[in-house]
């Protein structure tokens, strides 16, 4: 049994994630080095991150559903490839060994990091594009990135996806960010599949950040009306550039 003081930290992180991933995106930069701080080996931190943050994605996925009406074409173009992707980088993990995953994982944070102070450059030139008439297909490629990337290590990859669909998709950022939340919900539940199967996660932490994440998901919009996004999304990337700098420092 995990002590009770885990149990609200644990819980504390998810929930603050899944509010953070409504409003600004990013919440792994929370919980994954939470769950290393409380002692689990990087690969298990990312496997039963990825796993507890389901839910998360679940909730965001269904409260932005009237969005997705009329994409059922593009999402059978899109979510196979996301599918694949995120089997893809769930496996790369678990061959990667923890050895490896260590070193890797501080370059991952800055990426994730400066992906998410990039975020509102990136849809603003979403939204001034000329959405003129493009092969949706294109977005295959840089969806299978994301989603390997996802499957992999997952923080910012919500960002990398809906520059990736607003780059080729002629449609509103309203549509393009409800198809980021159904693309980036498969590739985590993809992943997620492979790490039940096989993966190191850690079932009684998971429980209890799933339960959290999915409250924090469902609490964004309520955050959302009390803290402006861009202070949320400048304090994770503090926080993730501080995280990768102590990782760094470890080396």
Same mark, same amino acid.
């Given at each position: 049994?995990?002590?009770?003081?885990?149990?609200?930290?644990?819980?504390?992180a998810?929930l603050?994630?899944?509010?953070?991933?409504?409003v600004?995106?990013?919440?792994?930069?929370?919980?994954?080095?939470?769950?290393?701080?409380?002692?689990?080996?990087?690969?298990?931190?990312?496997?039963?991150?990825?796993?507890?943050?389901?839910?998360?994605? !679940?909730g965001?996925?269904?409260?932005? %559903?009237?969005? !997705?009406?009329?994409?059922?074409?593009r999402?059978?173009t899109?979510?196979?490839?996301?599918?694949?992707?995120?089997?893809?980088?769930?496996?790369?993990?678990? =061959?990667?060994?923890?050895?490896?995953?260590?070193?890797?994982?501080?370059?991952?944070?800055?990426?994730?990091?400066?992906?998410?102070?990039?975020?509102?450059?990136?849809?603003?030139?979403? $939204?001034?594009r000329?959405?003129?008439? %493009?092969?949706?297909?294109?977005?295959?490629?840089?969806?299978?990135?994301?989603?390997?990337?996802?499957?992999?290590?997952?923080?910012?990859?919500?960002?990398?996806?809906?520059?990736?669909?607003?780059?080729?998709?002629?449609?509103?950022?309203? %549509?393009?960010?409800?198809?980021?939340?159904? $693309?980036?919900?498969?590739?985590?539940?993809? =992943? =997620?599949?492979?790490?039940?199967?096989?993966?190191?996660?850690?079932?009684q932490?998971?429980?209890?950040?799933?339960?959290?994440?999915? !409250?924090?998901?469902?609490?964004?919009?309520?955050?959302?009306?009390?803290?402006?996004?861009?202070?949320?999304?400048?304090?994770?990337?503090?926080?993730?550039?501080?995280?990768?700098?102590?990782?760094?420092?470890?080396?």
């Open positions: 049994m995990i002590e009770p003081a885990t149990i609200a930290i644990v819980a504390g998810a603050v994630a899944g509010a953070i991933n409504a600004a995106g990013g919440g792994s930069l929370i919980t994954f080095p939470t769950l290393v701080a409380l002692g689990l080996p990087d690969v298990t931190a990312a496997v039963t991150n990825t796993v507890a943050m389901c839910p998360g994605y !679940l965001a996925t269904i409260a932005q %559903r009237a969005d !997705l009406a009329g994409q059922g074409r999402a059978a899109l979510l196979p490839m996301a599918a694949l992707g995120g089997v893809g980088g769930a496996l790369l993990l678990l =061959a990667t060994g923890q050895g490896s995953f260590k070193v890797i994982v501080p370059f991952l944070l800055v990426f994730a990091s400066l992906l998410v102070a990039a975020q509102d450059k990136l849809r603003t030139w979403i $939204v001034s000329d959405h003129g008439a %493009r092969a949706e297909a294109l977005a295959v490629v840089p969806i299978a990135f994301a989603a390997v990337y996802g499957g992999y290590f997952g923080a910012g990859m919500g960002v990398i996806v809906l520059a990736a669909l607003g780059v080729v998709l002629a449609d509103s950022l309203l %549509r393009i960010n409800a198809m980021k939340q159904t $693309v980036s919900l498969v590739v985590n539940v993809s =992943a =997620a599949i492979v790490f039940v199967i096989w993966g190191p996660i850690d079932w932490i998971a429980a209890v950040m799933m339960v959290g994440s999915l !409250l924090g998901g469902a609490s964004g919009g309520v955050l959302a009306r009390h803290i402006p996004p861009v202070v949320l999304r400048w304090l994770i990337v503090v926080i993730g550039l501080a995280i990768s700098a102590i990782y760094l420092a470890r080396l």
